[in-house]
């Protein structure tokens, strides 16, 4: 009894996690499509509140909610550009993030970042990134300086499964393996790069066998099953933590298109339709259920719907950055002449 107790209250712990990765990218996708007919889109009368690109990790959520979960807070984390989700999972502040979303002053990043820029050092979320395969990059050299400092905490890479073709793959994994650095690689495996099957443009068999290549323990999981993750990543951290990196290559789907004002109507639409018969959030919801826990997860759902009508109040009444905070947080702007 106290086994599956404790079973329950971690898998809570997994599913609120999950549900305001959801509810923030559901929110974030309404406000960023007003005013807009884009890709089939019809317009609408409603300006949008969040500007510009916006990826959306809907449907990939319990690779976030299961990797982060066996993370401390002086754990550092490299993102995509589609980060919402790790960036709430390792602790991030949800209305400072959608302040950011929208452009505010009070924001994560005084609103200068955006969605695909969007970092919170507090939490040790080093950064979004909008370069492919970039922040294997970053990682590598932040475990590094971990090293170097004597510290035990570790660093936790995301990619997408389109990364693995690009030279920051080999040239992080191989210097990590070299030098022993404390990196965890995830490879969040969705299955498409932008809007093209990656199964179409990868040789071999893919993340793990190219990181087994190196001699780098590399293991695949069912990425939309939450606790199958966590359970993988648990193993791996530890490890990690002992100075060895490693790999995990979940496999997922993403629910939503390349960003959100696409419907994605280039995919199958049966293949679609079957991701979203396995969404990991219902997933865990029937299991939560079968486990005596309804009722729980009924009421997480009720407080997140408060949380995120709350955030996305509070953005949409947060102030404008100042027009002269453009230039602070920049490299030099030379001897006064943009001022």
Known sequence: MEMQAERSERLLRLYRTMARIRAFEDAAEAASQGGVQVWGLEASATPAKVRGPLHLSTGQEAVAAGVCINLRRDDLLTSTHRGH????AKGADMTRMMCELYGRASGCNKGKGGSMHIADFGVGMLGANGVVA????IATGAAQALKLQGRDAIVA?????????RGPFLEGLNWAQVYGLPVLFVCEDNRIAATTPTRSLTAGS????????????AHEVDGNDVEAVDHVAGELVTRVRTGAPALLHAITYRIKGHVSVDPGLYRDADEVEQARQDDPLLRL???LASLGEAAATAAIDGEVNGEIAQALATADA????AAQAAFGDVISTGAGQWH
Not at 157 to 165: L, M, P, Q, V
Not at 318 to 321: D, K
């Open 85 to 88: 989700g790790h960036t709430l």
């Open 134 to 137: 970039a922040g294997i990059s």
């Open 157 to 165: 890479c995301f990619f997408g499964d389109g990364a693995i073709n």
């Open 206 to 217: 893919g993340a793990a066998a190219r990181a087994r290549s190196l001699g780098i323990e």
């Open 285 to 287: 919801r029937a299991l």
């Open 318 to 321: 947060a102030p404008w950055p």
